[in-house]
């Protein structure tokens, strides 16, 4: 009977082991130091007046992407979140960790001049590296920019 008993409590024990390794487990995954799970790939940038609209293209490791499909976004979003920390006033709008896409707006990171544009003077930079930076300016121009952490100067008009 004791045997049986001791049995129990060693089936107890992996049980809970197993289980709290199921809860750990996304969280460190796609902690933000360890970047080495979420690799970026391209960044799209437009400026609205003093905020800023990135469109985040993302991969992630096989184990990344499955706790992500069972446990849902929130496993994605420390990563992507540390990769804005030098931007103020971030916000992630969604994210989509079927397709590796994120929405992020980041507020009032412009001041107006006098002549009525908007300008972003490039203080911020991302804390990963990025293959494809494209920012889509006022004109309609689009600048890339390849492997790089780094905004550059933005200007922009909003018409009254």
Do not use: C, R
Request: charged content about 10%.
């Amino acid at each position: 009977m004791e045997a049986n008993s001791t049995l129990h409590k060693k089936i107890f024990a992996v049980i809970v082991l197993l289980m709290l390794g199921a809860f750990m487990a996304p969280v460190s995954a796609a902690s933000p130091a360890n970047n080495n799970d979420i690799h970026f790939n391209k960044i799209v940038v437009v400026p609205s007046g003093p905020d800023m609209n990135f469109t985040v293209y993302y991969s992630s490791s096989f184990f990344t992407k499955l706790f992500s499909i069972i446990f849902g976004s929130q496993v994605i979003q420390p990563s992507i979140q540390n990769m804005f920390a030098n931007f103020t006033n971030v916000t992630i709008v969604s994210i989509d960790a079927n397709n590796g896409v994120a929405n992020v707006v980041a507020k009032d990171q412009s001041v107006m001049s006098d002549n009525g544009w908007y300008i972003y003077d490039g203080t911020g930079n991302f804390t990963a590296y990025v293959d494809v930076l494209q920012v889509y300016t006022s004109d309609g121009n689009v600048l890339t920019i390849n492997n790089t952490n780094t905004l550059p100067v933005i200007s922009n008009y909003m018409p009254s």
